[in-house]
């Protein structure tokens, strides 16, 4: 099996950039979708991206399509998640996630069996 690993949270500033990355432990993700999904406080987690890490799937958030790209870091087995011009809104913990989904549920949590610890993310001046 494979263990996802986030990192990259901080507290930033509206209008920063800030770079995630989702590390495998134990295995590769090879074989595997791997995706982005976040929890603000009193909300229900909330996809943000995906890929598939063997092919060139990837599906996002109508909603955060132009702002978030998500990204394979072959030689460092890693998935990226770029978040650019972000909002206090972006406040949340986000969780990298990795799954054999059909392209049809990719956007769907349940879908994915693999789930990492989280990392937060906060936005605010």
């Known amino acids: 099996q494979v263990q996802p690993v986030e990192s990259g949270g901080r507290l930033v500033q509206p209008g920063d950039s800030l770079r995630l990355s989702c590390a495998a432990s134990e295995r590769t993700f090879s074989g595997y979708s791997v995706a982005w999904f976040r929890q603000a406080p009193g909300k229900e987690r909330e996809f943000v991206a995906a890929l598939r890490w063997s092919g060139g799937t990837i599906v996002y958030s109508d909603s955060l399509k132009g702002r978030f790209t998500i990204s394979k870091e072959i030689a460092k087995n890693t998935v990226a998640l770029q978040m650019n011009n972000l909002k206090p809104e972006d406040t949340a913990i986000y969780y990298c996630?990795?799954?054999?989904?059909?392209?049809?549920?990719?956007?769907?949590?349940?879908?994915?069996?693999?789930w990492g610890q989280g990392t937060q993310v906060t936005v605010s001046s």
């Open positions: 996630t990795a799954g054999t989904p059909i392209v049809s549920t990719m956007k769907t949590s349940a879908a994915y069996k693999y």
